[in-house]
T-cell receptor
């Protein structure tokens, strides 16, 4: 049962253009969402996150949008740079009662982003 | 500030053997989570340790076990290795009250 899905295995974008990575989830209990970037031979690097009480969070070139009714989130990278080429994972979690994170992250399968110069 | 470190980087074992993987958490982090990432898949949650006790477990059999030490470092032990255990094992540290987890570079385990 894949609770978090990234339906696009790969995405190719020209340098300077926008990259849009998509993620869908099925578990309505998820209330915190994260994006990670992973280079070969390295662990995932945290990029940006969003709580379910928000619909947008921005950090520099990265913006995450959350549509709770559609159970969909997306990561926008503007402008895209060749150094952004990596595998991008979305992840979701359920906060334990009292606001403390239970800590289990459920990941999608990843999308390989290639940014061409 | 030291990030999350893992050892060894690579490991080759044969079916039926036992393996221990090690993780040092990021400075100040008191919670450690372990994940298994098979080729072409996203990381799968194995378990989490907080204050030296298991604080949640994913869908992994009991032959996957762990420890957390007073300095918050952690070990993942896998007994009776199977071919399907071949994967990248990732350790992530965090503060208990935070959602963001910070990952180490992983240990690539190959079971022959």
């Amino acid at each position: 049962d894949q609770q978090v899905k990234q339906n696009s295995p790969s995405l190719s974008v020209q340098e300077g253009r926008i990259s849009i990575l998509n993620c869908d989830y099925t578990n309505s209990m998820f209330d915190y969402f994260l994006w990670y970037k992973k280079y070969p031979a390295e662990g995932p690097t945290f990029l940006i996150s969003i709580s379910s009480i928000k619909d947008k969070n921005e950090d520099g070139r990265f913006t995450v949008f959350l549509n709770k009714s559609a159970k969909h989130l997306s990561l926008h990278i503007v402008p895209s740079q060749p150094g952004d080429s990596a595998v991008y994972f979305c992840a979701a979690s359920v906060r334990a009662a009292g606001g403390t994170s239970y800590g289990k992250l459920t990941f999608g399968q990843g999308t390989i982003l290639t940014v061409h110069p | 500030e030291t990030g999350v470190t893992q050892s060894p980087t690579h490991l080759i074992k044969t079916r039926g053997q036992q393996v221990t993987l090690r993780c040092s958490s990021q400075s100040g982090h008191n919670t450690v989570s372990w994940y298994q990432q098979a080729l072409g898949q996203g990381p799968q949650f194995i378990f989490q340790y907080y204050r030296e006790e298991e604080n949640g477990r994913g869908n992994f059999p009991p032959r996957f076990s762990g420890l957390q030490f007073p300095n918050y470092s952690s070990e993942l032990n896998v007994n009776a290795l199977e071919l399907d255990d071949s994967a990248l094992y990732l350790c992530a540290s965090s503060l208990a009250e935070a959602n963001e987890q910070f990952f180490g570079p992983g240990t690539r385990l190959t079971v022959l």
